[in-house]
């Protein structure tokens, strides 16, 4: 029996109850009068078996799925039979399925998009589980499907062959998934930029000790905050007078010259004062106050302490994006306690965003895959929001409004007593600012001189970005960050490719890009999470993959057996013939998987490995080396650190032991890769 029997109704609808006779499946594939959609008086509007299903119940208003798409008033199918049968078993996949829809409007979109797809099948005169036999038919539905149908599609097609086994059905495998990816017609909109990864890194560790600077000195500038509150109110009254938007307020501060209210155990005359007795002047220097000046300046004073804290959310914002595949919109409206630990029976622990989780926002997963890394930056902007929210609390009632139940959202503008913010509305929330206003309003978060394009950082953009803007995107320019290119660069990091090599920005995202891969890429989860954030790294799993097959044609990538022999693996496509090889590539007739050698271009399963044990790939078991490999001479520094280790631990190896065998075996492998890079060399 299929697990899906098992499953349960995903369509987020008050009418999902247990009692409910759609609430479980019950078979694979579902029995013809099974009640598919049943209304609140429990009548049912559409079973399994139906030409048409009714989702007004589900809906809320007219919505129905058509599966045989009749024209001509209904003498006229453009649909097969049997792929209007596979339709409908592929709508109730995604209703009662690992990868159900949220909602009856994201069902039917879904739905359309596969129905386009099998429209053009049809036409062929073939049935879609049948498409893998011919692949000119393959060839022509890519030219023939419109780019925002085949986008999408993609991410569809993925999680069916991941959840293939249970289906009973296959419809595009991973090479007809990369043929895909690589051949939709796309528009010819700009690509998002790929930041090079000198530079992410670069952002991405300035936003983490930005984050370590705050937690250092956490306690210090809570109890600072708190002082200054007490302060306002002593001076003031009461909060809601301290907060009130008037000039004449503000200008009578309690750190103002002439003011004259403060009691005796307010002793610091000054915010300067007040800084230093709780050890945050170097703090707020490192990070605000701008060379030249100091916190005894004018126009400084307390409001740099409402500036340190809305620079604290700025760049908590960026951590999130660096590391969710987030939009900056999802970001912006995070709320308390979004960050979760979850365990995985299998995998261990991994770690998430929770993110809006009302029914009515259409299609808007409650999670994303993040790394660890997050968990600190989240807490810094709760800590800046919990103390932000006591002045919002006191703005909404001093304008009579009501406080909400709904947990505060995660990043509150300034309304503190002293800081520009207590002037506006506390009911308008304030729009996010783009990255580069947050690098212009806090000039000492980011050296632009880092950011300056070398030759290096523009060759890696363009391989990744073949549209990018010459005029911009040019050697000795600033390279232009914005939060949305934080989200395309994140989902091809995650790939973990060897395109792109940098040690820093590997170390930050080795947590995640496990996660990812397993919970995005293979559908190792049961959480619902955000479907925008897996397409978008489906589509770079398989872009990512054509770049590296691109890439084998290089002469760093050699064959124990010679030129020659890597020119038939490569179906003997000329360096300097690109088309053909992504062509080759589309086809499926080239496979690349990374191994510690280099990579190995078998298309099929290899019972051997080659990421631990590379003893078969280089011929250390006394055959000769595989011959799908291809040796990456760029990798010969880890592959002679490698060769150190396996020295060491054959020392300590017992004699004739099956550990020290398969170790001699393995520098057996090692030492011919050597060999080969070292013959490639000198012929070169």
């Known amino acids: 029996m299929s697990i899906l029997a098992r499953a349960v109704i995903g369509i987020a609808t008050p009418l999902a109850i247990p009692e409910s006779k759609n609430y479980i499946l019950g078979s694979w594939p579902p029995k013809d009068d099974f009640p598919i959609v049943i209304d609140a008086n429990g009548n049912i509007v559409s079973r399994f078996s139906d030409d048409v299903w009714d989702l007004w119940p589900w809906a809320g208003e007219k919505l129905k799925l058509n599966f045989v798409d009749t024209r001509d008033n209904g003498n006229k199918g453009t649909l097969l039979a049997e792929n209007s049968a596979l339709l409908k078993l592929i709508a109730a996949w995604l209703i009662y399925?690992?990868?159900?829809?949220?909602?009856?409007?994201?069902?039917a979109r879904k739905i359309q998009t596969v129905k386009s797809f099998f429209k053009l099948v049809s036409n062929a005169g073939i049935t879609a589980t049948d498409l893998c036999k011919f692949p000119l038919v393959v060839e022509s539905i890519i030219q023939a499907l419109p780019y925002q149908v085949g986008a999408p599609l993609i991410g569809l097609m993925h999680?069916?062959?991941?959840?293939?086994?249970?289906?009973g059905f296959?419809?595009?495998?991973?090479?007809?998934?990369?043929?895909?990816?690589?051949?939709?017609?796309?528009?010819?909109?700009?690509?998002?930029?790929?930041?090079?990864?000198?530079?992410?890194?670069?952002?991405?560790?300035r936003l983490h000790e930005f984050i370590a600077d705050f937690h250092r000195h956490r306690q210090q500038l809570v109890e600072c905050f708190n002082f200054c509150i007490a302060a306002y109110i002593e001076n003031f009254g009461s909060l809601e007078v301290a907060c009130a938007p008037r000039k004449k307020t503000r200008s009578e501060g309690p750190f103002k010259k002439g003011t004259n209210k403060l009691i005796p155990h307010h002793k610091p005359k000054t915010f300067l004062n007040v800084a230093e007795k709780y050890g945050i002047t170097e703090l707020l220097k490192k990070w605000i106050i701008p060379e030249g000046h100091n916190l005894s300046d004018g126009s400084r004073g307390v409001s740099s302490l409402a500036a340190y804290f809305t620079m604290t959310n700025c760049v908590a914002l960026g951590v999130i994006l660096n590391h969710s595949m987030m939009r900056v919109e999802e970001g912006w409206n995070l709320r308390i306690g979004c960050f979760e630990e979850e365990i995985d029976d299998t995998f261990g622990s991994f770690y998430c965003i929770k993110g809006v989780t009302t029914k009515t926002i259409d299609d808007d997963d409650a999670r994303?895959?993040?790394?660890?890394?997050?968990?600190?930056a989240v807490e810094a902007a709760e800590t800046v929001s919990s103390l932000r929210v006591v002045c919002e609390e006191s703005n909404l009632k001093r304008a009579g409004c009501e406080t909400s139940n709904v947990p505060p959202y995660l990043f509150i503008r300034a309304q503190e007593p002293w800081g520009v913010g207590c002037s506006q509305s506390s009911i308008v929330r304030v729009r996010y600012p783009s990255y580069q206003a947050v690098i212009t309003q806090y000039p000492k978060l980011l050296d632009t001189s880092s950011l300056i394009?070398?030759?290096?950082?523009?060759?890696?953009?363009?391989?990744?970005?073949?549209?990018?803007?010459?005029?911009?995107?040019?050697?000795?320019?600033?390279w232009p960050l914005a939060w949305h290119q934080l989200r395309r660069t994140g989902a091809v990091n995650m790939q973990s490719s060897g395109l792109v090599s940098d040690a820093s920005m590997q170390y930050q995202l080795k947590h995640a890009t496990r996660a990812m891969s397993l919970y995005y890429g293979r559908g190792y989860s049961s959480l619902r999470l955000n479907q925008s954030a897996r397409d978008e790294y489906v589509r770079a799993m398989y872009e990512v993959l054509a770049r590296e097959v691109e890439?084998?044609?290089?002469?760093?990538?050699?064959?124990p057996y010679g030129e020659q022999h890597k020119s038939e693996i490569l179906r003997l496509v000329s360096s300097g013939d690109m088309r053909k090889l992504e062509e080759a590539?589309?086809?499926?007739?080239?496979?690349?998987?990374?191994?510690?050698?280099?990579?190995?271009?078998?298309?099929?399963?290899?019972?051997?490995?080659?990421?631990?044990?590379?003893?078969?790939?280089?011929?250390g078991d006394g055959k000769p080396p595989c011959s799908?490999?291809?040796?990456?001479?760029?990798?010969?520094?880890?592959?002679?650190?490698?060769?150190?280790?396996?020295?060491?631990r054959l020392i300590e190896a017992p004699d004739f032991t099956p550990y020290k065998d398969s170790l001699e075996a393995q520098k057996r492998a090692v030492l011919t890769a050597l060999n080969v890079i070292d013959s490639a060399e000198v012929i070169n």
């Open 97 to 107: 399925g690992p990868y159900s829809a949220i909602s009856a409007r994201s069902l």
């Open 159 to 167: 999680q069916l062959l991941d959840d293939q086994e249970a289906l």
């Open 170 to 205: 296959t419809i595009l495998n991973a090479n007809h998934l990369k043929q895909f990816s690589i051949g939709l017609d796309k528009p010819t909109k700009a690509q998002t930029p790929y930041i090079p990864p000198r530079i992410w890194s670069y952002q991405a560790n």
């Open 368 to 376: 994303w895959v993040t790394s660890p890394l997050v968990r600190s």
């Open 453 to 478: 394009i070398t030759d290096d950082d523009l060759k890696i953009a363009r391989l990744l970005t073949p549209t990018l803007d010459s005029e911009p995107f040019a050697v000795g320019n600033t």
């Open 551 to 559: 890439a084998l044609l290089a002469p760093r990538f050699v064959s």
């Open 585 to 619: 590539a589309r086809k499926g007739h080239v496979s690349w998987r990374s191994t510690l050698l280099g990579g190995c271009t078998n298309k099929g399963y290899c019972e051997y490995g080659g990421v631990d044990n590379v003893a078969r790939c280089g011929g």
């Open 628 to 648: 799908e490999l291809l040796i990456d001479k760029r990798k010969r520094p880890k592959i002679e650190q490698y060769l150190q280790v396996i020295s060491t």
